[in-house]
């Protein structure tokens, strides 16, 4: 396995209140969950060894881990992207460190733009599957076992039974929810009215420039994933008027409310292991991530019987 992401796992875990249970990466403008975070410390990504920093507006660049509602939660509140410089290694880096660290489940959020004429700035949008437009995967390079199989199956990127568990907490929290495919694209240019029709075309119902790279890379490693999209604008060609970065702060401010009360309750929901739709007990994922220590001691086991 990597050392430097064994490294920052290992520096991290020596400093977390808790073993985290649940971890939570926030988009553009969406750093507001991160100030409810209970009995929490506060680590800048430039304090962490191996980890990027982002220079992005919107994303305040540091890891906040505590409790919410009682359930151990590391947040990153901001991230690092593709079309900053970074290779796709360090634009998934904080994210396989959550799985390193125990994190069963991570919510990933994103501000996107609205591909479906039918959305409206401010909506939150369930994903339900994803398109890969940065040209590239993650996975791309030798790969390493340790952090899972070199072909992983994405059928089910953003597990069925987290979003049912949403749909459900978005319902008893009165927040609207709607959903659809997110198409990731790798930036920083806002796309052409063509390419959005392009998209639509394809069953996209909104785009952004991160989000995606993340999810292949939890899935590899067997981490449940739940997404969701702050619909921050709609995309060029749906309404006749430019596109900017500040529009997408202006909103997501607008709609912190909803937001944060909705993650909340979903990781309230994750930690408690019960979904609210069902009787059966909610297990937030079906493979636990194996912590580099334990799967040698896994592997000299094995050699011993054989």
Same mark, same amino acid.
């Given at each position: 396995?990597d050392?430097?992401l064994?490294?920052a796992?290992?520096?991290l875990?020596?400093?977390?209140?808790?073993?985290?249970?649940?971890?939570?990466?926030l988009?553009?403008?969406?750093?507001?969950?991160?100030?409810g975070v209970?009995?929490?410390?506060?680590?800048?990504?430039?304090?962490?060894?191996?980890?990027?920093?982002?220079?992005?507006?919107?994303?305040?660049?540091?890891?906040v881990a505590?409790?919410?509602?009682? +359930?151990p939660?590391? &947040?990153?509140?901001?991230? &690092?992207h593709?079309?900053?410089g970074?290779?796709?290694a360090?634009?998934?880096?904080?994210?396989?460190?959550?799985?390193?660290?125990?994190c069963?489940?991570?919510?990933?959020t994103n501000?996107?733009?609205?591909i @479906?004429?039918?959305?409206?700035?401010? !909506?939150?949008? #369930?994903?339900?599957?994803?398109?890969n437009?940065f040209g590239?995967?993650?996975?791309?390079?030798a790969?390493?076992?340790d952090?899972?199989p070199r072909?992983?199956?994405?059928?089910?990127?953003?597990?069925k039974d987290?979003?049912?568990? *949403? #749909? *459900?907490?978005?319902?008893r929290q009165?927040?609207?929810l709607?959903?659809? +495919?997110?198409?990731?694209?790798h930036?920083p240019?806002?796309?052409?009215?063509?390419?959005i029709r392009?998209f639509?075309?394809?069953?996209?119902h909104?785009?952004?420039?991160?989000?995606?790279?993340?999810?292949?890379?939890? !899935?590899?490693?067997?981490?449940?994933?739940?997404?969701?999209?702050?619909?921050?604008?709609?995309?060029?060609?749906v309404l006749?008027?430019?596109?900017?970065?500040k529009? &997408?702060?202006?909103t997501?401010?607008r709609?912190k409310?909803?937001? +944060?009360? #909705?993650?909340?309750?979903?990781?309230?929901?994750?930690?408690?292991?019960?979904s609210?739709a069902t009787? @059966?007990?909610f297990r937030p &994922?079906?493979?636990?991530?194996?912590?580099?220590?334990?799967?040698?001691?896994?592997r000299?086991?094995?050699?011993?019987?054989?």
């Amino acid at each position: 396995m990597d050392s430097k992401l064994v490294a920052a796992a290992e520096w991290l875990r020596g400093r977390l209140p808790h073993p985290p249970l649940v971890g939570v990466i926030l988009g553009s403008g969406l750093g507001d969950f991160a100030d409810g975070v209970d009995d929490h410390v506060t680590i800048p990504y430039g304090s962490i060894p191996g980890f990027p920093a982002s220079a992005v507006v919107g994303h305040s660049g540091a890891l906040v881990a505590g409790t919410v509602r009682g +359930v151990p939660t590391v &947040v990153l509140s901001g991230r &690092v992207h593709f079309y900053e410089g970074h290779k796709m290694a360090a634009v998934v880096f904080p994210a396989r460190v959550l799985g390193l660290l125990g994190c069963r489940t991570v919510i990933v959020t994103n501000a996107a733009g609205g591909i @479906d004429k039918s959305f409206k700035s401010g !909506n939150l949008m #369930l994903i339900d599957d994803h398109i890969n437009g940065f040209g590239t995967n993650p996975l791309v390079g030798a790969n390493d076992e340790d952090l899972g199989p070199r072909f992983p199956d994405m059928s089910d990127a953003y597990r069925k039974d987290l979003r049912t568990l *949403a #749909l *459900a907490v978005a319902r008893r929290q009165h927040v609207p929810l709607r959903h659809g +495919v997110y198409v990731g694209v790798h930036g920083p240019s806002y796309e052409t009215p063509a390419e959005i029709r392009a998209f639509r075309k394809c069953g996209a119902h909104a785009v952004g420039m991160s989000t995606v790279p993340e999810v292949i890379a939890l !899935n590899q490693m067997g981490v449940g994933v739940l997404g969701i999209s702050c619909i921050t604008n709609m995309a060029a060609g749906v309404l006749k008027q430019k596109l900017d970065h500040k529009e &997408v702060l202006e909103t997501t401010q607008r709609v912190k409310g909803d937001f +944060v009360r #909705l993650l909340t309750a979903l990781v309230q929901a994750l930690g408690t292991g019960r979904s609210g739709a069902t009787e @059966d007990a909610f297990r937030p &994922v079906a493979r636990p991530v194996v912590r580099p220590k334990a799967r040698a001691k896994a592997r000299g086991k094995k050699a011993k019987r054989t």
